[in-house]
């Protein structure tokens, strides 16, 4: 048994798809998102998309790096090669701040791509837009609307005539 994934309509114009994105918002809609084949100005504001949660993985990041590397050297510096020279002591942060800024850059790349990968549930080799007989185009010259069905407000008939409404061309449902 085949299962729906959403509708798709195509769109031949930036603004054409800009005003769609708009009127789908407006209309309470939440699973759904515009595919083009470049980025758009501003398209992220007409779909209301929040902005990413992404910075706050790279500050977690940065952050466990700067205390990785100060407790490191203090760990090193106090209890495994304890050595005084020259009357300095065992810990001073002056010291150890070169290997916590290295720390600090590399964890907070490493949380940076690893909490894009999770909120974007990558990797994801597959993805039914993809069947979309159409979709091809998006490519090259098409713009695309997807609303999905698992969206709390989808009705077939009402989205179709809402992306009819919008100025969708070539509506289709996309099947998982």
Not at 2 to 28: M, W
Not at 50 to 59: C, Q
């Amino acid at each position: 048994m085949k299962t729906n994934y959403g509708i798709i309509a195509a769109f031949d114009t930036v603004p054409s798809l800009y005003h769609a994105c708009e009127q789908v918002r407006d209309a309470g809609y939440s699973q759904w998102d515009a595919i083009t084949s470049f980025p758009v100005h501003g398209l992220d504001y007409a779909m209301g998309v929040r902005r990413s949660k992404v910075p706050r993985f790279s500050l977690a990041g940065g952050i466990t790096g700067f205390c990785t590397g100060m407790s490191f050297i203090w760990w090193a510096n106090a209890y495994e090669y304890p050595l005084i020279v020259g009357g300095k002591p065992y810990f001073s942060p002056m010291f150890a701040f070169p290997v916590s800024y290295e720390l600090t850059i590399l964890f907070t790349a490493f949380a940076t791509i690893g909490g894009m990968f999770f909120l974007n549930k990558l990797p994801m080799h597959y993805h039914p837009v993809l069947k979309a007989p159409q979709f091809v185009r998006a490519l090259d010259d098409r713009f695309y609307i997807v609303i999905e069905c698992n969206d709390p407000k989808f009705n077939a008939a009402e989205t179709r005539a809402l992306l009819e409404r919008a100025g969708g061309k070539d509506i289709v449902e996309i099947e998982e």
